[in-house]
């Protein structure tokens, strides 16, 4: 399967002031994205807050970005939920609509307790959508599903005929590059924490990457993996440096969903309010956030909106 190079983006969902799902601003969305060096997006993932919305409103949404990607932007579609029947009916749409591709992170509820009811839950998802690569979704911190992925590769190798890779959005660079070096590349490895980009590329050999951040700062990135792929190490560092320098304010204020999802308005694009139970910046946190990126001059290399 074709591996991906360069920056996926994981979009925030829009919502109206009643909560209702919005798509309006989705045909500028991403062409602000594509503008901006973003080679496609992963929708309806822990960003764009997929858990809480309905089958319908997931396969709404995703169904605009389909219709917006401009040509040669890859759409990825998050699927992953707790009932393997909404899963299913989620990658069939993906797969009819003409998403890249379909991804899943691990079910929150019941708490799985071994590698292979993972393997299991994965296989009967991809199997609903036997045309399109199939992702995991590796992020432990979400559903607690803390199992050593160079095993799960070992357990879905040629048991998954459409398993294509791991979005691995977890601390562990030694692991990441266990993963990438099984049979010699065999999978793909989505780099997905924004704040150890460069290292990723360093030791883990990375090539494409999912980041939250890539909303609203995607030239700090492809700055990382421009200089770095012509061994400006010196400037590759400078940017990350300034990358996780951004990554600290945000973080904290209750992180990229919720602060981050603030940050679009601030760049020109209002998405609107988190769902519940996620607690919204308030007035006061909202100037703070503003306050503090304006002293990084974040706005000098923040996205812009036209």
Known sequence: MEKIHGLINAPFTAFNQDGSLNTQPVPQYAKMLAAHGVNGVF??????????MTDEERIENAQAWLDAAPAGFKVFVHVGSNSIKSSQLLAQHAANAGAYAISVMG?????????????????QIAAAAPQ???????????????????????????????FAGIKYTFESLYEYTQCRRYKDGRFDMLHGQDETLLPS?????????????FNYAAKLYTGIVS??????????????????????????????I???KQIMKMIGLD??????????????????????????DFFEYANKVS
């Open 107 to 123: 079910p929150t509820f019941p708490k799985i307790g071994r590698l292979e009811e993972l393997v299991e839950y994965c296989a």
């Open 132 to 162: 399109l690569p199939f992702y995991y979704y590796h992020i432990p911190v979400f559903n607690g599903l803390y199992f050593p992925m160079l095993e799960f590769l070992k357990a879905v190798d040629e048991r998954i005929p459409n």
């Open 201 to 213: 590329l360093a030791l883990g050999g990375a090539k494409g990457c999912i980041g939250g951040t």
């Open 43 to 52: 929708v309806n993932g822990s960003s764009g807050e997929g858990y809480l």
């Open 271 to 296: 998405l609107g309010k988190n769902r519940a139970p996620f607690r919204n910046l308030s007035a006061e946190e909202y100037a703070e956030v503003e306050h503090r990126l304006q002293g990084l």
């Open 227 to 256: 200089a770095f792929n012509e061994g400006d190490l010196d400037t590759a560092r400078a940017l990350q440096s300034q990358a996780m320098d951004m990554i600290d304010v945000i973080a904290a204020y209750r992180g990229n």
């Open 258 to 260: 919720v602060a981050g």
